[in-house]
């Protein structure tokens, strides 16, 4: 997808470049060129820039870059001149139990089961944790040791 910034000038011939800077993250955006000038005429109102959001496989948190306005021309006032943009991460981790079971059956006299937590996604750019805890339904605490927000913790390569 692309995203684009809006900037409107009203009765002045002006020359305005957009600066983009990146904020955190690797860059996930790309503009040809990176600094690119837009003319406006004396009867035009609006120009847009295209940013390219870049798509990439890796799990990450949102990032974050700015688009920045300046013009040397007098009597130009930018308002707003800075647009602060948020690339929100689009691919998905899927962590589960193993097996994708939801019901297990297990006799009393066992003295342990197991149960295997799975993460499907194996590109991680950032540590993730899950927490594991315990609801007593019919069976009690007389019946089972509860675990209490266990955690497991899948880490970056």
């Not at 406006?40 to 990439?56: G, K, L, P, R, S």
Request: aromatic content about 8%; some cysteine.
């Amino acid at each position: 997808g692309s995203a684009e910034s809006e900037l409107s000038v009203f009765c002045v011939p002006a020359k305005i470049i957009c600066w983009i800077f990146n904020n955190t993250g690797d860059t996930d955006y790309n503009t040809a060129p990176n600094t690119p000038s837009v003319v406006f005429t004396a009867d035009e109102a609006m120009h847009c820039i295209d940013i390219t959001i870049e798509v990439d496989g890796a799990v990450e948190n949102s990032e974050m870059f700015s688009v920045m306005l300046s013009t040397t021309e007098e009597r130009v006032n930018l308002f707003p001149a800075l647009a602060n943009i948020t690339i929100i991460d689009n691919d998905n981790v899927i962590i589960g139990f193993a097996g994708g079971a939801m019901i297990r059956f297990v006799n009393e006299s066992s003295s342990q089961i197991e149960e295997c937590v799975v993460l499907s996604h194996f590109n991680l750019q950032r540590e993730l944790t899950v927490t594991i805890v315990t609801e007593e339904e019919s069976a009690t605490v007389e019946d089972f040791n509860p675990l209490d927000a266990f955690s497991v913790v899948f880490h970056t390569r």
